[in-house]
């Protein structure tokens, strides 16, 4: 009787690889029983917490929201059996169809981590598509044995169903996961051995040097800190007023900072913000990017205050001080003190304050700057920062926190609401921050969290500058 039990469990797991390596099932019927759904149920679900408090690393807590997302994503897993049983010519039995919904998902969660750990940059998207073929070539193939034929309308629905879930993931963060750092600021970053560590360090001024000589200079001739008219520091240069009389044209120079490298969106943000400032502003040629990210320590220049000071006081002396404009995009955690996080790995790097950047940037000697801070409390930047001939935008109050920086994300909401949508549209900076506020506003609403309340301050010299030289027409 045993026995009997012991073969019968091992005759359904055998079926159920069949299916999985697209063979057909020698009793269908008696295959999708209780016993094989259950187990692919248990077996996903243990496989996803394992792999999701891997991704996470050191230094997380529970998260008991993630409840919510996780029934979500089974209430998904029922609708999707529904679909395929009831629209299936002849209908199926619902119990046949969940089993086909859920045998595959234990490798769908390892072969998912895998594209993230591996395939990150240009390769993720090819290797989703991939991945993506291959679930529907099981569904229709599973369908199809089930079945005994085709059953095209079923697989449509299913797929349709399963893109607008994902599509609305995207746009809400709906991503399943039990785990959240304890703090914005103090977050756990990805392991680094010492010897990478100590590579980065010894070879960061190196690297920043190397960055800095790509960036071209200004289209007007260079007066900054050594350039060639001779004009060191930010001699003749005032503060604080409107525009010279030296005519509307200037250049702008782009610098991003993605201060964060644990988690890949805010790397991914200061990337999209250099194309479309560069789009928009013709910039392209004069962007400089430093980036903490733990998926690539090899591309661009470390992300640390120190390596924002000098690289601030290397874009200067490519500058015309007195026309050119600094576009400086920010994207980290945030704090009230305020603060942004800076971390890669084990680096003992310094926090970025409000007063420290207000310094790098004085020290320069740029006097006309467009700053972009992504990141929780960002408003409490405003202050220290502002002046007539400066453009302060914030994805958040000074006591407000920011939504969207999670490791699953390409972007943070700001970040889509701006870089993404509002500024390759608008007619204007303050157009675009009018776009990204409403735009924001109206998705916390329905997500019911406490507003981020975007703020920002547009000096009156700035803003008349740069209504001298309006941004580049859209792309269509």
């Not at 240069?237 to 610098?255: H, P």
């Not at 995009?329 to 003992?348: F, K, M, T």
Request: aromatic share 6%; proline share 4%; glycine share 8%.
């Amino acid at each position: 009787m045993q026995l009997t039990g012991i073969n019968r469990r091992s005759n359904r797991f055998a079926q159920l690889l069949r299916l999985l390596t697209l063979r057909g099932l020698d009793d269908p019927a008696a295959s999708a029983s209780d016993a094989p759904v259950a187990g692919c149920i248990g077996l996903a679900l243990a496989a996803w917490v394992i792999v999701d408090r891997l991704q996470w690393g050191a230094g997380v807590e529970f998260d008991a929201f993630g409840i919510a997302t996780l029934a979500l994503a089974a209430l998904l897993l029922l609708a999707l059996a529904y679909l395929m049983a009831r629209l299936s010519r002849p209908a199926l039995p619902m119990r046949a169809t969940l089993l086909i919904a859920v045998a595959p998902l234990t490798l769908l969660i390892l072969a998912a981590a895998l594209i993230e750990r591996y395939a990150a940059g240009r390769w993720q998207p090819l290797a989703t598509l991939l991945l993506a073929g291959v679930v529907l070539l099981y569904a229709a193939h599973s369908l199809r044995v089930l079945s005994g034929r085709w059953q095209l309308r079923a697989l449509l629905a299913a797929s349709a169903l399963l893109g607008g879930y994902l599509w609305l993931g995207q746009r809400m963060d709906l991503r399943p996961t039990l785990w959240a750092p304890p703090d914005n600021v103090a977050e756990a970053d990805a392991p680094m051995s010492p010897q990478v560590a100590e590579s980065l360090l010894f070879d960061a001024r190196t690297r920043l040097d190397e960055a800095l000589e790509k960036v071209a200079g200004s289209d007007g001739g260079v007066n900054g800190a050594g350039g060639v008219n001779g004009v060191s520091g930010v001699s003749g240069v005032s503060r604080g007023g409107g525009s010279r009389a030296d005519g509307g044209g200037y250049s702008v120079f782009f610098v991003g900072f993605a201060g964060v490298s644990s988690q890949k969106v805010f790397a991914e943000e200061i990337k999209l913000a250099a194309h479309v400032v560069g789009e928009r502003f013709d910039s392209d040629a004069r962007q400089l990017l430093l980036i903490n990210d733990h998926r690539d320590v090899d591309s661009y220049p470390l992300a640390s205050v120190s390596a924002l000071r000098y690289a601030l006081a290397g874009i200067a002396g490519k500058m015309n001080l007195q026309r050119d404009v600094l576009f400086l995009a920010l994207s980290s955690h945030g704090s009230e003190e305020p603060l942004l996080s800076v971390s890669n790995g084990i680096l003992p790097l310094e926090q970025l304050s409000a007063d420290e950047l207000a310094s790098a940037l004085h020290d320069s000697g740029i006097r006309w700057r467009v700053i972009v801070i992504s990141a929780c409390h960002a408003g409490a930047f405003i202050e220290p920062l502002k002046d007539a001939d400066t453009v302060v935008i914030t994805a958040a109050a000074a006591d407000r926190t920011s939504f969207g920086c999670a490791d699953d994300r390409e972007l943070t909401y700001f970040g889509e609401a701006f870089y993404r949508d509002a500024l390759p549209r608008a007619k204007s900076l303050q157009d675009a921050f009018a776009l990204t506020r409403s735009a924001i506003a109206a998705r916390e609403r329905a997500e019911k969290v406490t507003p981020s309340d975007p703020q920002a301050y547009f000096g009156p010299g700035i803003a008349q500058r740069l209504a001298q030289q309006p941004m580049r027409a859209p792309a269509r």
